[in-house]
């Protein structure tokens, strides 16, 4: 078997090369024993554990996750299965020159790696045969492939042996620390550590508001499936802030923003966590989007204006001058900052850090189209910014189309532009329309409709920069409701739906976010 199964048999000896007293009397088995791991264990306990490794060894699980958990460990496999290990004795591991795990200095008959299994006989399926390892109790005792690992399946007495006095998970491993300050070093799941995020994009979340902070998901296209709550799982015991809406990548770095709590920076690569702006709503105001500007220096929106952020080292920098109402999404672009929010947009020199113009429209969404044009919408009109001019136009949209806009709480806008043609996509209710720029008989219908008994949610839409795909979050309603989620797929050219993603969990989809942005 592979390194798992070696895993396993650590565990195993783990577990049950104890220190108790069992009662004489083996047929009693649901008395209790003295003395096992520290505390007093009953029989039952003892036994589910027993046939939960059982399980694990035949199945080839791999460890998940460590967690702390009343002055002991919780270890949980692959397939949410668990084991407790409560602080008592606990042996000292050595690796042999046999390569078997040597316990208290004595070979334990288990082999660090495991004997692969043999393939069975050609069948009409073509199935391989059962694996080569199966365990067995024999006389008391765990026996591998009818050979003893002079392991008891039942504790004996123990005596001045060390203690686990930490776990750690660091870098893909669960290191045991013990009293004599020995260590063992056991590997957790291997996709925590081989995590590809170039293959699909990131979900940012919210969050439930007052419960949790906001969440990072991601869908993998490889797996077609949503994993969740990653930046916690790869970052134990850090969090993000409150109500997370938005996230970017810039010169290799995701920044995240949160209305509420600390600001946050972390690789794009490998979500580890990278810097941290603690309580930054309370130094700066709420948080809502960030542009890079260079190497040094970005710009956070909040509700209370804009500000410079230092990014070498991250840090809060001065306020913007001029702007002192809400501000939502930023755009950088030919020499200026581009800023949307409260009925206005505001045009930012990126050389005196003046405002050089105000525009008296403009309510969401921000992008840049193929042609090179600056767009934003303010209910039914889209607008058109000549980047070298700073000349507005405004365009009407038939039948009274309005972009969807969140007037009671900032969400970033759903206008993008595609990357493949000169055309941008938008929300207007549960539609989504595809504006060909010049075109505007192309508003008059809609590219499709989201799919009834659905809301879409946070920004809604994005369009993969890529395959042009339109990609819309929903979620059934509020309460239980929100840990319905959907992803939809449609072809942005023609509108059909190409795939439809369930998942569960109450995150309240804000954003997606592609590893190309």
Same mark, same amino acid.
């Given at each position: 078997?592979?390194?798992?199964?070696?895993?396993?048999?650590?565990?195993?000896?783990?577990?049950?090369?104890?220190?108790?007293?069992?009662?004489?009397?083996?047929?009693?088995?649901?008395?209790?024993?003295?003395?096992?791991?520290?505390?007093?264990?009953?029989?039952?306990?003892?036994?589910?554990?027993?046939?939960?490794?059982?399980?694990?060894?035949?199945?080839?699980?791999?460890?998940?996750?460590?967690?702390?958990?009343?002055?002991?460990?919780?270890?949980?496999?692959?397939?949410?299965?668990?084991?407790?290990?409560?602080?008592?004795?606990?042996?000292?591991?050595?690796?042999?020159?046999? +390569?078997? &795990?040597? $316990? !208290? *200095?004595?070979?334990? #008959?288990? /082999? =660090?790696?495991?004997? @692969? %299994?043999?393939?069975?006989?050609?069948?009409?399926?073509?199935?391989?045969?059962?694996?080569?390892?199966?365990?067995?109790?024999?006389? +008391?005792? &765990?026996? $591998? !492939? *009818?050979?003893?690992? #002079?392991? /008891? =399946?039942?504790?004996? @007495? %123990?005596?001045?042996?060390?203690?686990?006095?930490?776990?750690?998970?660091?870098?893909?491993?669960?290191?045991?620390?013990?009293?004599?300050?020995?260590?063992?070093?056991?590997?957790?799941?291997?996709?925590?550590?081989?995590?590809?995020?170039?293959?699909?994009?990131?979900?940012?979340?919210?969050?439930?508001?007052?419960?949790?902070?906001?969440?990072?998901?991601?869908?993998?296209?490889?797996?077609?499936?949503?994993?969740?709550?990653?930046?916690?799982?790869?970052?134990?015991?850090?969090?993000?802030?409150?109500?997370?809406?938005?996230?970017?990548?810039?010169?290799?770095?995701?920044?995240?923003?949160?209305?509420?709590?600390?600001?946050?920076?972390?690789?794009?690569?490998?979500?580890?966590?990278?810097?941290?702006?603690?309580?930054?709503?309370?130094?700066?105001?709420?948080?809502?989007?960030?542009?890079?500007?260079?190497?040094?220096?970005?710009?956070?929106?909040?509700?209370?204006?804009?500000?410079?952020?230092?990014?070498?080292?991250?840090?809060?920098?001065?306020?913007?001058?001029?702007?002192?109402?809400?501000?939502?999404?930023?755009?950088?672009?030919?020499?200026?900052?581009?800023?949307?929010?409260?009925?206005?947009?505001?045009?930012?020199?990126?050389?005196?850090?003046?405002?050089?113009?105000?525009?008296?429209?403009?309510?969401?969404?921000?992008?840049?189209?193929?042609?090179?044009?600056?767009?934003?919408?303010?209910?039914?009109?889209?607008?058109?910014?000549?980047?070298?001019?700073?000349?507005?136009?405004?365009?009407?949209?038939?039948?009274?189309?309005?972009?969807?806009?969140?007037?009671?709480?900032?969400?970033?806008?759903?206008?993008?532009?595609?990357?493949?043609?000169?055309?941008?996509?938008?929300?207007?209710?549960?539609?989504?329309?595809?504006?060909?720029?010049?075109?505007?008989?192309?508003?008059?219908?809609?590219?499709?409709?989201?799919?009834?008994?659905?809301?879409?949610?946070?920004?809604?839409?994005?369009?993969?920069?890529?395959?042009?795909?339109?990609?819309?979050?929903?979620?059934?309603?509020?309460?239980?409701?929100?840990?319905?989620?959907?992803?939809?797929?449609?072809?942005?050219?023609?509108?059909?739906?190409?795939?439809?993603?369930?998942?569960?969990?109450?995150?309240?989809?804000?954003?997606?976010?592609?590893?190309?942005?």
């Amino acid at each position: 078997m592979k390194k798992t199964l070696s895993l396993l048999y650590l565990l195993l000896a783990l577990l049950f090369v104890g220190c108790s007293d069992y009662d004489d009397d083996i047929n009693n088995l649901n008395q209790k024993y003295e003395e096992v791991l520290e505390e007093q264990l009953r029989q039952a306990e003892a036994l589910k554990n027993h046939e939960t490794l059982l399980a694990a060894l035949q199945n080839q699980l791999t460890v998940d996750k460590v967690e702390t958990k009343d002055g002991g460990y919780k270890i949980v496999f692959s397939d949410n299965s668990s084991i407790d290990i409560t602080n008592g004795h606990t042996p000292v591991f050595t690796l042999g020159d046999n +390569g078997n &795990w040597f $316990i !208290d *200095g004595k070979d334990s #008959g288990i /082999k =660090a790696e495991g004997k @692969d %299994g043999q393939d069975g006989e050609d069948g009409q399926d073509g199935q391989d045969g059962q694996s080569g390892s199966t365990p067995t109790i024999v006389d +008391g005792y &765990w026996y $591998i !492939d *009818g050979e003893s690992t #002079g392991v /008891k =399946a039942q504790p004996e @007495d %123990g005596t001045n042996a060390p203690t686990i006095i930490s776990i750690v998970i660091k870098d893909g491993v669960a290191i045991f620390t013990f009293s004599d300050d020995s260590q063992i070093e056991v590997p957790i799941k291997e996709e925590t550590t081989t995590f590809d995020f170039s293959k699909g994009f990131f979900i940012i979340n919210e969050g439930q508001f007052g419960k949790s902070g906001g969440v990072v998901n991601f869908y993998n296209s490889v797996t077609n499936k949503v994993d969740t709550n990653l930046f916690t799982k790869i970052n134990p015991g850090k969090y993000l802030g409150n109500t997370t809406q938005f996230a970017a990548i810039y010169n290799e770095q995701m920044y995240i923003v949160s209305k509420q709590g600390d600001f946050v920076t972390a690789n794009p690569n490998t979500l580890i966590e990278t810097g941290r702006i603690e309580n930054f709503n309370k130094a700066a105001a709420d948080g809502h989007a960030f542009c890079g500007i260079n190497e040094e220096l970005g710009l956070v929106s909040t509700n209370k204006g804009v500000f410079k952020l230092n990014l070498n080292p991250l840090s809060l920098g001065d306020k913007i001058d001029g702007i002192t109402t809400k501000v939502g999404e930023l755009l950088q672009y030919r020499g200026h900052v581009y800023a949307v929010g409260n009925n206005k947009i505001h045009v930012i020199n990126t050389t005196t850090w003046e405002v050089e113009k105000t525009f008296d429209n403009g309510k969401s969404g921000l992008t840049v189209s193929k042609d090179g044009m600056v767009w934003s919408t303010h209910d039914n009109l889209l607008l058109k910014i000549n980047p070298y001019t700073l000349e507005m136009e405004t365009i009407a949209m038939p039948n009274g189309i309005k972009a969807s806009y969140n007037s009671w709480a900032w969400t970033k806008g759903s206008l993008t532009a595609s990357k493949q043609e000169n055309a941008l996509f938008f929300v207007s209710g549960m539609n989504v329309y595809k504006y060909v720029i010049g075109d505007i008989t192309s508003l008059e219908t809609p590219l499709f409709t989201v799919p009834a008994g659905r809301m879409i949610y946070g920004t809604g839409m994005s369009v993969d920069p890529k395959s042009n795909q339109v990609i819309v979050t929903t979620i059934v309603g509020y309460g239980q409701d929100s840990a319905k989620n959907n992803l939809y797929f449609y072809d942005g050219t023609t509108g059909s739906l190409k795939k439809n993603l369930f998942y569960e969990g109450i995150w309240f989809p804000a954003m997606i976010l592609f590893p190309e942005n």
